[in-house]
């Protein structure tokens, strides 16, 4: 990677965090943005949703490939996937190697098909009437092939400019960056001329091997900015010329396309990159390496090659950038406006499309694009007590107390590094901490008496939380003066909801130390308001992994928690009680939206 990713999981994946994604989405439509990449509702997915990953992966595997230079090479002979050889092959141009490599299409193409299947098995929310076969086997044909001509097409551009200005010190040492491009084999290789020779083709495939995401490496390879508020995971980078071209990887059609979200994408990684330079875990180059004089997506459905324009005012860019963050920390579901008739063009979360419950897609499906509804039309009344309506969950809360103990930064039961206290107040106290990484980094300041104003009351693990970010402040007590203050030992920590599920989702991998970790996820909406309910590790149940969009569940004594400005209830399996009342399928359909 070319800069080392923060020491963290992927549960710090921070929902204010900038990315290229949140920043397409923000342009196309900050509502659509605040409900899926904010709030983190789902959609049903679709096979070419985890298709285009495992794309990347097989390209990526084809580039890593290391010809031998004089034994050639056995037909179908793969090391992304066993596979059956054949024939051994003599490879004396790139020509013959382009020949060698299409011999591979067909067990990597087999392999693609056995990850999509297996993928779309793991999904718990399929679209309707959709499924892996649908992706016919010639498209992704089409696909291997055009990555292999793509890259192919790079290393004879390299072999007509004689290995580029990197070639002997590529003969001397082997790749010379940092972070080298991934390959099969470890080392510089055998195939190397001697100095001044002319380059060789095999000489032209090592020089020209993009960086790209390491299909070996199972956790996320991203790009993280210094100050921690922006992160990206481009898919290549081409450094053979002495500058740099920025590629992303898309497993469909160019031609006929809009290719504006794509824009966008590129050009944050352009800026990027450019910040990340000199990033303190950036690993040393042995040479030097030129500025980002190229922006462009590879297409493998057809093989077209777009070509984004690049940023006109770098420097103006990151301010530009900061302040975007700054709007997407401050948005809140009372932005959002459910009960807006109309569309508007002012405030935070405002379009000139949609309104109220109704999103717009537009412009990536176009203008004729019908509006669509995440959050669904309620039918039923909420429940009534001991239920809390979720729009009046506990929200902010005012406490005096003695700040002591301070602590961190620390692991959070997110994987993000906080920092945080201990509040006493008498014989009470509790944990008091960040929300998130960097959310309020002024709390060491403070020891002794103060006041601490709109922090989020929580729990974990039996034990009170308070959460500070961008809307809470500490004061003195003088400054308090006449300000309601709540009782520590009276801060609610537990809620009971009822509601509907209207999207659901699960994550599993491995963190940063080596450990499993596992999540499952649902959205729950009474027609008052929106929460997300989350299950952790040995807290998931078979009940709560098997909930379907449309289930009426009620929710007894869950955990209340904070993630990103809102707040989210965790299951505690020992105390937390779920019923679920699944509705028959007829019934689920009237619940759908137009």
């Keep these: 990677m070319p800069v080392i990713p923060q020491p963290t999981g992927v549960f710090a994946r921070s929902r204010r965090r900038l990315s290229a994604s949140s920043m397409v989405t923000w342009e196309r439509c900050r509502r659509d943005w605040f409900l899926t990449r904010r709030l983190g509702l789902q959609v049903p997915k679709h096979p070419e949703m985890i298709l285009g990953h495992i794309v990347e992966e097989a390209a990526t595997a084809i580039w890593m490939e290391r010809p031998h230079p004089e034994n050639g090479m056995k037909e179908k002979n793969t090391q992304w996937v066993t596979s059956e050889h054949g024939e051994i092959l003599t490879i004396t141009n790139l020509d013959e190697l382009q020949t060698w490599l299409r011999t591979l299409m067909q067990p990597i193409v087999d392999e693609i098909r056995r990850q999509l299947n297996e993928g779309w098995d793991n999904i ?13 086997r010639e498209k992704l044909n089409a696909m291997v092939k055009n990555a292999i001509k793509l890259q192919i097409n790079e290393a004879k ?11 002997e010190i590529f003969r001397e040492i082997g790749d010379p960056f940092g972070t080298p491009a991934p390959c099969w084999d470890s080392g510089k290789g055998e195939g190397w001329q001697a100095k001044g020779e002319p380059c060789s083709w095999w000489e032209a495939w090592e020089v020209s091997r993009p960086w790209a995401k390491d299909p070996r490496i199972n956790s996320a390879q991203r790009l993280f900015h210094p100050d921690g508020w922006a992160a990206g995971e481009l898919d290549m980078a081409h450094r053979w010329r002495g500058d740099v071209q920025i590629v992303d990887i898309k497993a469909n059609r160019g031609h006929g396309r809009d290719h504006s979200g794509v824009a966008t994408q590129l050009r ?8 990340t330079r000199h990033h303190p ?20 459905a057809d093989g077209f090659v777009h ?12 301010p530009r950038l900061s302040k975007i963050q700054q709007q997407m920390t401050l948005a809140s579901l009372n932005d959002f406006n459910l009960n807006a008739d109309k569309p508007t063009i002012e405030g935070r979360l405002s379009c000139q499309v949609c309104h109220g419950l109704d999103t717009c897609d537009y412009p990536r499906g176009g203008e004729e694009q019908p509006l669509h509804r995440l959050i669904p039309e309620f039918k039923k009344s909420t429940a009534g007590a001991p239920f809390t309506p979720i729009s009046n969950l506990p929200s902010r809360v005012t406490v005096k107390g003695n700040l002591h103990g301070h602590w961190g930064p620390l692991p959070n039961h997110f994987g993000s590094s906080v920092i945080g206290a201990a509040i006493t107040v008498g014989d009470k106290s509790a944990v008091i901490e960040e929300m998130g990484c960097g959310q309020f980094p002024i709390l060491h300041d403070y020891k002794g008496e103060f006041v601490i104003v709109d922090a989020a009351p929580g729990q974990w693990r039996g034990m009170v939380r308070l959460y500070l970010d961008i809307d809470s402040k500490i004061i003195s007590s003088e400054d308090a003066k006449d300000m309601e203050i ?15 599920i209207i999207s659901r989702g699960f994550n599993s991998g491995i963190n940063s130390s080596g450990r499993n970790w596992s999540m499952s996820m649902a959205h729950v909406w009474d027609g008052t308001g929106l929460v997300e ?6 807290g998931r149940s078979e009940s709560f992994d098997n909930l379907q969009i449309g289930d009426n569940i009620r929710l007894m004594s869950a955990e209340l928690g904070w993630r990103e400005g809102t707040p989210q209830l965790r299951i505690d399996p020992r105390n937390t009680r779920l019923t679920i009342e699944t509705l028959p399928r007829e019934s689920k359909e009237e619940q759908d939206t137009p």
């Design 486 to 500: 709540n009782r520590l030992g009276l801060i609610p920590t537990r809620a009971n909801i009822a509601g509907t």
């Design 307 to 318: 070509e984004a324009r690049l940023i006109d005012e770098i420097e103006n860019e990151a």
């Design 281 to 300: 875990s950036k690993p040393i180059d042995h040479v030097k390496s030129g500025p980002v004089v190229a922006l462009k997506s590879w297409h493998l």
């Design 124 to 136: 718990i929310w399929k679209a309707e009437g959709r499924s892996p076969d649908d992706v016919k």
């Design 157 to 167: 551009l390299c072999l007509e400019q004689n290995g580029g200005p990197f070639l």
């Design 533 to 538: 309910v989350v299950a952790f590790g040995s």
């Design 268 to 275: 944050f990684y352009q800026w990027l990159w450019i910040e």
